[in-house]
C-alpha cells in the first residue's frame, strides 16, 4: 500500500530555516516524480516544487532561490528545505506522488505538515 | 502563469440529484493527441486532496463511475450524475501542461 507521511511542521521565526520530510512507503521513491504542495486559507493550492526521476528539479517563482527540493534515496525520503522563510510561506504542506508516466498527475498524497512563520 | 478559475464556487445539492463544476482556463490545456491536461481533485473535510480525474476525462482508480470528466481546450466540466453524502467536500480543477501547475479556487459541495 502507498503510504506518504509528512513531519516537521512547525512554529518558526520569519527568516527562520525548516526542513520537512516525506517518508514513502509502498513504492520507491526514485521512480515517481514527487512534488511538495501547500494550501493557505487565503491562496488555496498552491504547488511549490518538483524532483524528477533524474534528479532535476524545478520551483514554484514565489519559493526559488529560498527553498530546496532533495531526496535520500536509501530512506526512501523526500525533503523539502525551507530557507529565510516569510509569513505568506504559512501554509499546510503536502508531498505529493504523480502517477507513473505522468509529470503532475497527483494520484498519492501525504495527510499534510502545518507551517507557521511568525514573530 | 495559467489562471485557473471554477463555478459556482459553492453548490448546494439534494442527495439523488446531479452537480456540476465548471472549470475554465485562461489558455489552452491540449497538448498530444488531442489529450487536455485537466486534473480534478475533491478534499473532503479534514483529509487530503484525492485524485478524481486526469487528462480531462479519465476516472482515477476506485473512482465511482458517477463522476465523470469532459471538455476540450479551455472549458472543462466535472459531473456527479447522482450526488451522495460522501461527495460533500471542495472539488479542485488543476491545470498540468505548464509548469507551474495552477489550481482553481476551489468548489464546495454541501448537501441540502
Known amino acids: 500500500e502507498v503510504q506518504l507521511v509528512e513531519s516537521g511542521g512547525d512554529l518558526i521565526q520569519p527568516g527562520g530555516s525548516l526542513r520537512l520530510s516525506c517518508a514513502a512507503s509502498?513504492?520507491?521513491?526514485?521512480?515517481?516524480?514527487m512534488s511538495w504542495v501547500r494550501q493557505t486559507p487565503g491562496k488555496g493550492l498552491e504547488w511549490v516544487s518538483i524532483?524528477?526521476?533524474?534528479?532535476?528539479?524545478y520551483y514554484a517563482d514565489s519559493v526559488k532561490g529560498r527553498f530546496t527540493i532533495s531526496r535520500d534515496n536509501s530512506k526512501n525520503t523526500l525533503y523539502l528545505q525551507m530557507n529565510s522563510l516569510r509569513a505568506e510561506d504559512t501554509a499546510i504542506y503536502y508531498c505529493?506522488?504523480?502517477?507513473?508516466?505522468?509529470?503532475?498527475?497527483?494520484?498519492?498524497w501525504g495527510q499534510g505538515t502545518p507551517v507557521t512563520v511568525s514573530s | 502563469d495559467i489562471v485557473m478559475t471554477q463555478s459556482p464556487l459553492s453548490l448546494p445539492v439534494t442527495p439523488g440529484e446531479p452537480a456540476s463544476i465548471s472549470c475554465r482556463s485562461s489558455?489552452?490545456?491540449?497538448?498530444?493527441?488531442?489529450?487536455?491536461?485537466l486534473d480534478w481533485y475533491l478534499q473532503k473535510p479534514g483529509q487530503s486532496p484525492q485524485l478524481l480525474i486526469y487528462?480531462?476525462?479519465y476516472r482515477a482508480s476506485g473512482v465511482p463511475d458517477r463522476f465523470s470528466g469532459r471538455g476540450s481546450g479551455t472549458d472543462f466540466t466535472l459531473k456527479i450524475s447522482r450526488v451522495e453524502a460522501e461527495d460533500v467536500g471542495v472539488y479542485y480543477c488543476?491545470?498540468?501542461?505548464?509548469?507551474?501547475?495552477?489550481f482553481g479556487q476551489g468548489t464546495r459541495l454541501e448537501i441540502k
Open positions: 524532483i524528477y526521476s533524474d534528479g532535476s528539479t
Open positions: 489558455q489552452s490545456l491540449v497538448y498530444t493527441h488531442g489529450n487536455s491536461y
Open positions: 505529493a506522488r504523480a502517477k507513473s508516466g505522468y509529470s503532475y498527475v497527483f494520484d498519492y
Open positions: 509502498g513504492f520507491t521513491i526514485s521512480s515517481n516524480y
Open positions: 488543476m491545470q498540468a501542461l505548464q509548469t507551474p501547475v495552477t
Open positions: 487528462l480531462g476525462s
